[in-house]
């Protein structure tokens, strides 16, 4: 264990448990148009910081409550003919304004907010780093044993209906791995920025992929390269880590999207 | 043998009572067919059938085990979704390759299996959507307009599919269709829906009941044109499907 004591190894540890668990997930946040979902569940968590912090509990079970409080509310307003847009957008940041308010009110505790809008990989622990790959194992193998069902749910719940599978249940699945990926992703990359470590890679896998599974592993591949590319790079750069690991992230995206559509353009022309 | 059967089903859509008291049953190798105008509650009907909607008072008797394919009305894939062909194949369930490629090689698609599903036209599609449908060998084989959109010769080949696949699976189909010539020579047993079941029977007995006709008579009158129509030149009919048959082959080779 002589590895972890070194911080820069923690870190990349960490963004690497995250990204291979954000990126599966973040396939079927995008397959399904749920990233404000994911933008609501997310930024629900600093609600959870700020009362794990009042009650001094884990800031990993406060996030997780809220989270999952958020998802479940969410979820069970879906599908009920509510205009989703808009609602979606009022509680995504109506969470993060009564988080930030929250978080204010607890006088006499120093916390640095920052650290927990943008991540603060540098200062993960060995704790921490526990939690994050017990939290993405379960994510990655909740994900593996529904694999199947979710696909068909994602597809069209009917056809899930007629295969004898509950779609209701499988977006319960999708929901709790859901608040999972971000009461782990809050060290690493912040509330403010996991929704795209959610959606970038899986973005950015599209153009690579003519099945779902080759997306989802394309998702994980460039996850984990912006993660440990975006670490290198902020320590070079002496930039923020977090969102220098969404840079990448979102450059790899620019770089598939414009080869995907020249690809494509290209067998346009060729196929006439 | 019973593979399904509706007690008393009601069923309320947002406040509509869209079924009222429907009572059916569906026997194995039997084909059914559901007409009736729109918003009469066919689709919902099936949909219950499947089971992606609860009903509101009344019971569905399924028989244990009993497996179901659902062609849907339509399907719309995202495209942020990357889809082959075997792929779709292989929802919800996996199958061997070999299965796989039986599959398409029946639906007279072989040349497909990589293709992405949003490339594919209408008629491909449709032929697709059924071969998944067919993928599990289900008991009861359930179709919700499943021609729509589909030329007459390609209509007329997907219903002569049907017939093949009842034969060949001993299934019991029960389908929605506007096609109403077609439904009267393809079906064993009409039922006319119109939120509550109007009359039912063999085609040509439904054909002529009041309640059948009070509803195509002024309603589709184009439709009930061309029942009878058909219904005049029967051997002519039979005779032109098998004709119809032949066309989308020739194309697709």
Sequence with gaps: MILLDDFMVRAALAGLGVALAAAPLGCFVVWRRMAYFGDATAHAAILGVALALAF???????????????????SGLSGRGFAMDTLLGVLAHSALAFGLVAVSFLSGVRI????????????????????????????????????????????????????????????????????????????????????????VPAAAARPLSATPERMAAFAMLIGAIAALGGLGASFRL???????IVCLAALVFAVTSIGGSLASRRSGRAAR | MRLIETRNLNLRLGGNLVLEGVNLSIERGEIVTIVGPNGSGKSSLLRA???????????????????????????????????????????????????????????????????????????????????????????LLILDEATQGLDQPGSA????????????????????????????????RVICLNGHICCEGRPEIVAQAEEYRAIFGTGTQGALALYRHEHNHDHDHDHSADCNHEHPHEAAE
Excluded at chain 1, 150 to 175: C, K, M
Excluded at chain 2, 163 to 186: I, K
């Design chain 1, 112 to 199: 640095d907010l920052m650290a927990y809008l943008f991540g603060d990989i540098l200062a993960v622990s060995a704790g921490d780093l526990a939690v994050i790959w017990g939290g993405a194992v379960l994510v990655l193998g909740l994900l593996a044993w529904r694999w199947q069902a979710l696909l068909t749910a994602t597809l069209n719940p009917d056809l899930a209906y007629a295969g004898g599978i509950n779609p209701r249940r499988e977006q319960l699945v999708l929901t709790l791995a859901l608040a999972l990926v971000v009461a782990v992703a809050i060290k690493v990359v912040g509330v403010l920025l996991i929704a795209a470590m959610l959606i």
């Design chain 1, 56 to 74: 001094s509990t884990s800031i990993f079970i406060g996030a997780l409550a809220v989270s999952l409080a958020m998802a479940m509310t969410v």
């Design chain 1, 238 to 244: 002496d930039t923020p880590t977090g969102p220098t």
């Design chain 2, 49 to 139: 059938i499947v089971g992606a909607l609860a009903p509101t008072s009344g019971s569905i008797i399924r028989a244990p085990g009993l497996r179901i394919g659902y062609v849907p009305q339509k399907l719309h894939i995202d495209p942020t979704l990357p889809l082959t062909v075997t792929r779709f194949l292989g929802l919800p369930r996996r199958h061997p390759a070999k299965d796989l490629r039986a599959a398409l090689e029946q639906a007279g698609l072989p040349d497909l299996r990589d293709h992405q599903m949003a490339d594919l036209s209408g008629g491909q599609f449709q032929r697709v959507l059924l071969a998944r449908a067919l993928m599990e060998k289900p008991d």
């Design chain 2, 157 to 188: 080949a997907f219903y002569r599919r049907i017939e093949e696949v009842r034969q060949s699976l001993d299934c019991a189909v029960l389908m929605v269709s506007h096609e109403l010539h077609v439904v009267m020579s393809a079906s064993d």
